[in-house]
Nanobody
Framework: QLQLVESGGGSVHPGGSLRLACAAS????????MGWFRQAPGKEREFITA????????RSADSVKGRFIISRDNAKNTGYLQMNSLKPEDTAVYLC???????????????WGQGTQVTVSS
């Protein structure tokens, strides 16, 4: 099995930055693609960005392009989401996931963390 734990969430003013981390354990992490999703109250889970197992391929939603950067450090079994120029509409629970390939579909990721809250407000 693969266990994922997110960290780094919190409250920030508009225009601020946060870096989320997704720590993996229990199984080899470097052969899994990693994705980030978010879910706000009353809304469906939304794809944010994903990265291949090697780090050579990434895909991001239009809403975060130019602001959010996904990366991974397989030696540390950890993935990251650097979030810059945060907006109030970015407020949500952010979840990391691992699966066999980069995908925008949440059902294709069998492993999930519990999520970390990000709140952007003035």
């Amino acid at each position: 099995q693969l266990q994922l734990v997110e960290s780094g969430g919190g409250s920030v003013h508009p225009g601020g930055s946060l870096r989320l981390a997704c720590a993996a354990s229990g199984r080899t992490f470097n052969r899994y693609a990693m994705g980030w999703f978010r879910q706000a109250p009353g809304k469906e889970r939304e794809f944010i960005t994903a990265i291949s197992w090697s780090g050579g391929m990434t895909r991001s939603a239009d809403s975060v392009k130019g602001r959010f950067i996904i990366s991974r450090d397989n030696a540390k079994n950890t993935g990251y989401l650097q979030m810059n120029s945060l907006k109030p509409e970015d407020t949500a629970v952010y979840l990391c996931a691992a699966g066999g390939m980069v995908s925008t579909t949440s059902s294709l990721y069998p492993y999930w963390g519990q999520g970390t809250q990000v709140t952007v407000s003035s």
